[in-house]
C-alpha cells in the first residue's frame, strides 16, 4: 500500500496539512474575505503562529494571497499578458528568467518507445505531501515522466493513473529519488525575487501524441505569475482553430506544475476545468503571482 514519504519530517507533514486546509478555505470563501483569526482556527493554531508559517511558506502573506483569488485579477492578468507566448516564442527558452521559472528540457519518446507503454524502462516513484495536498512524482534515468496531485491520502488513487499511464513499466517506489523534484516544483527551496528557481534543469520524458506534445511545450513559455487563453496557445503552436483539441490536450498534461496547465485559462477570465479541481487552480496561480508581481500590481 503506499503511503506518504515515511523518511518526510512528520513536523513539516502536518504544517503542509495545516497550510492546505487553510489556503482551501481562503479559495472557498474568498468573496467573504476571511480574516486571519478565521484562517488560524482552521489550520488549528494561534493567529501568530499561523501568519509566521503561512508566510514563511508562501512567501506572502494570507492577506496578500487573497488578493490574487479575485475574477477581477484573472482577467485584469489574462488583459495584460495578452502577447506573452509570442515574446516567448521570439526569445526562446534560454530568455529572462523572468519569463521563465522552470527551465525544463523535454525529450518525447520515440512512436516505438509510445507503443511500447513503458515496456523497459524503470520509473520510481514517491508521495510528497505538499500545501496543495499530496502529490505523486514519478521519474526515469531520462527525466520526470508523472506529476499529479492525489486525492485520497494514502495516494492510492494517484498511483492506480500513473500505473496506467505506464503499464508495461518497471515502479519502484523510491521517495527519496523523487523527493527533489517535488522541492523543485513546489519551491521548498525557495523562489527568487524573480519568480525563478535556478539550478540545473530538470528533464522531462514526455509520452504523448505530437499534437499534446505541440501544446505541453507551449504551456513551458507561459511565465510565472501570468494566465493565457485556449485560444492563445492555440494559436501559438500554429493551430488558431483548435481551441477543443488544445483544451483537451492540456487536460491530459502528465505532469502538472512542471508544465504550468494551471496557466490556461478562459477567454473571459472565469477559470474553471482543472484536472485536480478549480480551488487547487486558483490556489496556484494565487501563489504564483504573490510571488513575482510587485505590491503596487497587487493592489492594483
Avoid at 66 to 83: H, I, V
Avoid at 85 to 95: E, I, Y
Avoid at 262 to 275: C, E, F, L, M, T
Wanted: proline content about 6%.
Amino acid at each position: 500500500m503506499p503511503c506518504l514519504n515515511p523518511a518526510e519530517d512528520p513536523v513539516d507533514a502536518r504544517r503542509h496539512r495545516a497550510i492546505a486546509a487553510a489556503i482551501r478555505h481562503l479559495v472557498d470563501h474568498w468573496q467573504d474575505q476571511p480574516g486571519l483569526d478565521e484562517l488560524a482556527a482552521v489550520a488549528g493554531m494561534s493567529p501568530f503562529h499561523f501568519q509566521r508559517l503561512f508566510t514563511q511558506w508562501a512567501g506572502i502573506s494570507p492577506k496578500r494571497f487573497l488578493q490574487f483569488l479575485t475574477l477581477d485579477n484573472a482577467k485584469r492578468l489574462l488583459a495584460a499578458n495578452q502577447s506573452v507566448l509570442d515574446v516567448a516564442l521570439d526569445v526562446g527558452l534560454s530568455g529572462p528568467s523572468r519569463l521563465h521559472d522552470l527551465f525544463v528540457a523535454c525529450e518525447a519518446m520515440t512512436p516505438g518507445e509510445y507503443k511500447a507503454l513503458g515496456g523497459g524502462l524503470t520509473i520510481r516513484w514517491g508521495l510528497h505531501s505538499t500545501p496543495f495536498g499530496p502529490s505523486l512524482v514519478a521519474a526515469t534515468e531520462r527525466g520526470v515522466c508523472w506529476l499529479s496531485f492525489a486525492e485520497e491520502e494514502d495516494g492510492r488513487d494517484a498511483l492506480a493513473e500513473m500505473a496506467a499511464a505506464w503499464p508495461a513499466a518497471r515502479l519502484v517506489e523510491d521517495a527519496d529519488a523523487t523527493r527533489p523534484v517535488a522541492a523543485r516544483a513546489f519551491r521548498w527551496d525557495g523562489f527568487a525575487k524573480d519568480g525563478s528557481t535556478g539550478g540545473e534543469p530538470l528533464r522531462l520524458l514526455m509520452k504523448g501524441t505530437n499534437f499534446q506534445i505541440k501544446v505541453w511545450e507551449a504551456l513551458l513559455r507561459i511565465p510565472s505569475g501570468a494566465v493565457v487563453s485556449y485560444e492563445d496557445v492555440a494559436r501559438a503552436i500554429g493551430q488558431p482553430t483548435a481551441m477543443r483539441a488544445v483544451g483537451a490536450a492540456v487536460g491530459r498534461n502528465p505532469v502538472c506544475v512542471l508544465i504550468p496547465c494551471h496557466r490556461v485559462i478562459q477567454k473571459s477570465g472565469i477559470i474553471h476545468n482543472y484536472r485536480y479541481g478549480v480551488p487547487r487552480k486558483r490556489a496556484l496561480l494565487a501563489w504564483e503571482q504573490g510571488h513575482v508581481l510587485p505590491e503596487d500590481e497587487a493592489a492594483a
